[in-house]
């Protein structure tokens, strides 16, 4: 009986000591040049003021190059565009027909995006991020960053690994704000197309599905209101400054 306890005790041990979320991020960057996977994403915002807490689900695609070129594609509930080409972030709202942009620098730091396509190894991660490894859930490996950043509304991301690929990201913002991405139908180093990380102007030289026009007045000033602070789908990927509670 006691063999058996003693068995269970190593094989659990050496369950844990392989069960490393942060070995899983290096190896992830080392390995992973390039890649691209469909998503969905889940924001949920707090109670607060007597609201009920809400949640928010967007759905589409994700590509990235290291170092620093990366697109995002929101296909539902708005179709967006965000566009990382080493220089400037893009953002393109397809209703609105209207095309964003900001200094990547400025717009990434020490942010989720940052952490998943822009450094090139987890020494430079390091500079931004305190990284460790979390315990193990729902059959994931996790890793945790908080940012070293303390001016920043990010909080801190976990990044959730299955067989040491990328499966889940989690934010977590300053304002209780969480969001939960998981990707699916991942391809690691799958060559990208030629365009595919170019400037949002060089793909939409075409009329928006659904012309602004066709939005009623409130809506547009809402839309407008949202893509200038760059957070109706994303938030905690990207910088923003304002609390999510205000301006709803």
């Known amino acids: ?53 809400r949640q928010k689900t967007s759905s589409g695609s994700f590509e990235f190059q290291r170092p620093g070129r990366f697109r995002f594609v929101y296909q539902k509930p708005f179709e967006q565009t965000i566009v990382a080409d080493g220089q400037t972030l893009w953002f393109y709202d397809v209703d609105l027909n209207q095309v964003t942009q900001r200094p990547q620098a400025q717009a990434l730091g020490s942010t989720p995006a940052a952490l998943l396509a822009s450094a090139p190894d987890l020494q430079a991660l390091r500079a931004d991020f305190t990284l460790e490894s979390a315990p193990a859930q729902d059959g994931l490996e996790w890793v945790q960053a908080v940012p070293k950043a303390k001016e920043g509304q990010l909080q801190n991301v976990r990044v959730g690994f299955r067989d040491g690929q990328l499966a889940v990201l989690e934010i977590l913002d300053s304002f209780g704000q969480r969001s939960v991405m998981r990707f699916s139908n991942l391809q690691i180093n799958a060559p990208l197309p030629a365009d595919a990380l170019a ?13 602004a026009g066709r939005l009623g007045t409130g809506q547009i000033a809402d839309r407008q209101r949202h893509a200038a602070d760059h957070g109706r789908v994303k938030p905690g990927l990207f910088r923003r400054d304002r609390d999510p509670h205000k301006g709803r």
């Open 1 to 53: 009986m006691k063999k058996k306890i003693a068995t269970v005790l190593i094989a659990t041990c050496a369950q844990w000591a392989s069960a490393d979320g942060l070995k899983d991020l290096e190896n992830f960057m080392k390995a992973t040049q390039s890649a691209r996977a469909d998503f969905t994403q889940v924001v949920t915002t707090p109670p607060k003021d007597g609201q009920a807490a």
């Open 199 to 211: 400037q949002p102007h060089c793909r939409i030289g075409h009329a928006p599905k659904r012309a």
